[in-house]
């Protein structure tokens, strides 16, 4: 194995885990798109729940002024027999009813007064919720829009990785490009380690002086004994496994 065959299945392990952070937030998109219908949703089924009080309580309205209407009529009709009594009692009986009819109409009056107020004040509601429930559906529209914006845009970069891949891919013999696929299928994407510090990047266990030397020479793949995950030494890293394995040597 060459030190350009290790950067490539470094580079390579960066492709994949990229490539499968841009399918996870491919993935949540519809979860997105589904919470904006379902806020949108629930605002619209409050707004016709208003909508369908304030139809039973102008219903109920009508029908109070439909019974206002007809006991104003025997009032009248009471009032207009009044003449045409022959006796007091006849006359003091008229006069009760009459009375009766009276109280009922006012009571009538309250009750669709009541209904009057509390019709005012659902409509209210009910144009502060079409308010909102037009803000919400501009913002769903918005939201959903930049969605599928992002979608675009996560599939475009997607399929750039992909071709990234396979390029790469093409170019690792496949007697280091099998197993580093196996090992990353174990270990969730990461089958390279960096070692920093003479410690395994993927379990922190100390990795031997020795052992970094044959990582720093690239011979081969050479796994950490504890994760068993493939090692290398990033360019970054300092070089003192050396001066580490020369003290133990003395």
């Known amino acids: 194995m060459t030190a350009d065959d290790l950067k490539r299945l470094v580079h390579l392990q960066e492709i994949m885990l990229g490539q499968d952070d841009l399918a996870n937030k491919i993935a949540a998109v519809p979860a997105e798109v589904a919470r904006f219908e379902k806020d949108l949703l629930a605002a619209q089924e409050t707004m016709e729940k208003e909508r369908a009080v304030l139809l039973e309580l102008q219903k109920d309205r009508r029908k109070l002024e439909m019974m206002l209407q007809d006991v104003e009529a025997k009032i009248a009709k009471y009032q207009g027999q009044l003449s045409d009594v022959k006796t007091n009692k006849e006359y003091q009986a008229m006069l009760k009813e009459i009375d009766n009819f009276?109280?009922?109409?006012?009571?009538?009056?309250?009750?669709?007064?009541?209904?009057?107020?509390?019709?005012?004040?659902?409509?209210?509601?009910?144009?502060?919720?079409?308010?909102?429930?037009?803000?919400?559906?501009?913002?769903?529209?918005?939201?959903?829009?930049?969605?599928?914006?992002?979608?675009?845009?996560?599939?475009?970069?997607?399929?750039?990785?992909?071709?990234?891949?396979?390029?790469?891919?093409?170019?690792?013999?496949?007697?280091?490009?099998?197993?580093?696929?196996?090992?990353?299928?174990?270990?969730?994407?990461?089958?390279?380690?960096?070692?920093?510090?003479?410690?395994?990047?993927?379990?922190?266990?100390?990795?031997?002086?020795?052992?970094?030397?044959?990582?720093?020479?690239?011979?081969?793949?050479?796994?950490?004994?504890?994760?068993?995950?493939?090692?290398?030494?990033?360019?970054?890293?300092?070089?003192?496994?050396?001066?580490?394995?020369?003290?133990?040597?003395?």
Request: with cysteine.
């Open 102 to 250: 009276r109280a009922e109409r006012a009571g009538l009056d309250e009750r669709i007064l009541v209904e009057m107020e509390e019709g005012d004040r659902r409509g209210g509601q009910i144009r502060a919720l079409e308010e909102a429930l037009a803000r919400k559906r501009r913002l769903t529209d918005e939201g959903k829009s930049r969605l599928e914006a992002d979608l675009s845009e996560l599939r475009r970069k997607a399929d750039s990785l992909e071709t990234e891949r396979r390029e790469i891919a093409a170019g690792i013999p496949p007697v280091l490009l099998e197993p580093f696929l196996k090992i990353a299928r174990q270990r969730k994407g990461l089958a390279f380690v960096a070692v920093r510090d003479e410690l395994c990047g993927g379990c922190h266990v100390r990795v031997m002086p020795k052992l970094i030397q044959q990582v720093r020479r690239a011979e081969g793949l050479i796994a950490c004994d504890s994760c068993k995950r493939f090692l290398y030494v990033p360019d970054d890293a300092g070089r003192a496994a050396p001066e580490s394995e020369g003290s133990s040597a003395r």
